[in-house]
């Protein structure tokens, strides 16, 4: 069974802070990663997605994938308390998605 | 007009009773995916399917079927529901890009 592993949190930070969330899988074959956020209720948003090792760097949002140690992350910059919501890490499984369980964000003003 | 839409949004239904769930597309996409999400456990894939002859089996496929009348729509059915199906249910669809999702059925089996 492949697995996607996340903190639950939740992850608390300062208004203007970096948030770091974390995420590992165990399919050492995964080729493409994606990061939701969804609201309490709501649908998941796709907020981006990498294949590649390193850094994608999308506005206020950067994903790093490191495929040697199986993990994948996404920074925040300059986080607001819009960004309060629970991040989903999901991975490709042939031609469906492996979602981890969240991570939930809490921006304090 | 959202791209994925799903009916009803909210159902409270009896222990027993046979319940759909429909989704119908905009997108144009082949593929589309019914998963269940519950606190603590994140979404987990119940059906998908990759075009109108074609269904799959997800993780957890026991006490549902699916029905994919037309590219466009592909409904997820409870044949007798059951307390611990009382869950958010996502429609989504796919392209390599990831998932569009629909805005949800939350379901409550009493």
């Known amino acids: 069974q492949k697995e996607v592993e996340q903190n639950s949190g939740p992850l608390s930070v300062p208004e203007g802070a970096i948030a770091s969330l974390n995420c590992t899988y165990s399919d050492r074959g995964s080729q493409s990663f994606f990061w939701y956020r969804q609201y309490s209720g709501k649908s998941p948003e796709l907020i981006m997605f990498?294949?590649?090792?390193g850094d994608k760097e999308d506005g206020r949002f950067t994903a790093q994938l490191n495929k040697a140690s199986q993990y994948v992350s996404l920074l925040i910059r300059d986080s607001q308390p819009s960004d309060s919501a629970t991040y989903l890490c999901a991975v490709r499984d042939t031609d469906k998605l492996i979602f981890g369980t969240g991570t939930r964000l809490q921006v304090f003003p | 007009d959202a791209d994925v839409t799903q009916t009803p949004r909210n159902r409270i239904t009896k222990t027993g009773k046979r319940i759909m769930l429909e989704c119908s597309q905009t997108?144009?996409?082949?593929?589309m995916y019914w998963y269940r999400q519950d606190p603590g456990l994140g979404l987990r894939l119940i059906y998908y399917?990759?075009?109108?002859?074609?269904?799959n089996k997800g993780e957890i496929s026991d006490g549902y079927s699916v029905s994919r009348q037309a590219q466009a729509k592909f409904s997820l059915s409870l044949e007798s529901a059951i307390p611990n199906q009382t869950a958010l249910y996502f429609c989504?669809?796919?392209?390599?890009?990831?998932?569009?999702f629909g805005s949800g059925t939350r379901l409550t089996v009493v």
């Open positions: 989504a669809t796919s392209d390599a890009y990831g998932y569009t």
């Open positions: 997108k144009g996409h082949d593929r």
């Open positions: 990498i294949y590649s090792n």
């Open positions: 399917s990759f075009d109108v002859k074609d269904i």
